[in-house]
Nanobody
Framework: QVQLVESGGGLVQAGGSLRLSCAAS??????????MSWFRQAPGKEREFTAV????????YYANSVKGRFTISRDNAKNTVFLQMNSLKLDDTGVYYC????????????????WGQGTQVTVSS
């Protein structure tokens, strides 16, 4: 069974920073076979794409709303993906989910393999 466990969420003031982590595990799960992404869901809104990193870490893509403020990265030796969030805004509040997909293209097509349970990020004024 594959597990994606997010951590690092919390309460932060606008303009501050947080670093989210997602640790992947599973007896047959090969972390480096998957593109990893972060999605978020704000209260009362639909879940939305935030960022994705290719299996090698060489390619990254971001939603326009976070471009220049968020950085996604991964450590394949530790089966972990990160999301560094800087210059946080009130609109960044939501539950952040870690997602594994076969590729970046699959992520864009909505073909996801595994989801984490999410971690809450709350940005206050």
């Amino acid at each position: 069974q594959v597990q994606l466990v997010e951590s690092g969420g919390g309460l932060v003031q606008a303009g501050g920073s947080l670093r989210l982590s997602c640790a992947a595990s599973g007896r047959t799960f090969v972390f480096s076979d998957y593109a990893m992404s972060w999605f978020r869901q704000a209260p009362g809104k639909e879940r939305e794409f935030t960022a994705v990193v290719s299996w090698s870490g060489e390619n990254t893509y971001y939603a326009n709303s976070v471009k220049g403020r968020f950085t996604i990265s991964r450590d394949n030796a530790k089966n972990t993906v990160f999301l560094q969030m800087n210059s946080l805004k009130l609109d960044d509040t939501g539950v952040y989910y870690c997602v594994a997909a076969p590729s970046v293209a699959a992520t864009r097509r909505g073909e996801y393999s595994y989801w984490g349970q999410g971690t809450q990020v709350t940005v206050s004024s």
